[in-house]
């Protein structure tokens, strides 16, 4: 059964831009969430959405959004790119919280 | 509210030799627990998993962690290092069945001597 697909793996872009992240869940599960990871401030959550409804939200600007799709796809977008999104974006999928989350590979963004 | 706390950011083991890493969690609700690992450049991998049922779980690759609610712990362990174990690893809590967001340890890397 196919995993978490992330795309794309890798994305360079300049200050000021925005970008368009995409996470495809296994088939089945309906939570998605997404995390950024950094060196420096570790795994920080952004977002969670089930059954295209926003559930949870970490503590981020709103210049990070997200969106689900009714076949649970999921997309993060950060508008007005700055230095400091340099991260690695992870999405992860669940059926329920107990089973554990799936993660897939992640994006690294690049800011320059 | 919740939280997690890996007690080291670094531990360096000889291969063949036991592991230990250590995670302490605070939670208002009965937890969910779980161990992720996640080598270089890649996604985290789910290792093993807590969810109020048998106290002693046991994960892939030979991991094990033993949840003990008394000392509020859930230390990771494995009998024996293999190289190929050199990554990061988090401890990771979650209340109220998982849906609410969950909360990671800031992660504690092992390393593999040879």
């Known amino acids: 059964k196919a995993g978490v697909t992330q795309t794309p793996r890798y994305l360079i872009k300049t200050r000021g831009q925005q970008v368009t992240l995409s996470c495809s869940p296994i088939s089945g599960h309906r939570s998605v969430s997404w995390y950024q990871q950094t060196p420096g401030q570790g795994l920080q959550f952004l977002f969670e959405y089930f059954s295209e409804t926003q559930r949870n939200k970490g503590n981020f600007p709103g210049r990070f959004s997200g969106r689900q799709f009714s076949n649970s796809r999921s997309e993060m977008n950060v508008s007005t790119l700055e230095l400091g999104d340099s991260a690695l974006y992870l999405c992860?999928?669940?059926?329920?919280?107990?089973?554990?989350?799936?993660f897939g590979s992640g994006t690294r963004l690049t800011v320059v | 509210a919740q939280s997690v706390t890996q007690l080291d950011s670094h531990v360096s083991v000889s291969e063949g030799t036991p592991v230990l890493l250590r995670c302490n969690y605070s939670s208002s609700y009965s937890p969910s627990l779980f161990w992720y690992v996640q080598h270089p450049n890649k996604g985290l991998q789910l290792l093993l998993k807590y969810t109020s049922a048998a106290t002693l779980v046991k994960g892939i690759n030979g991991f094990e962690a033993e949840f003990k609610k008394s000392e509020t712990s859930f230390h990771l362990t494995k009998p024996s290092a293999h190289m190929s174990d050199a990554a990061e690893y988090f401890c990771v809590v979650s209340d109220l069945g998982g849906y609410q967001k969950v909360t990671f340890g800031t992660g504690t890397k092992l390393q593999v001597i040879p």
């Open positions: 992860a999928s669940t059926p329920n919280g107990r089973a554990g989350y799936t």
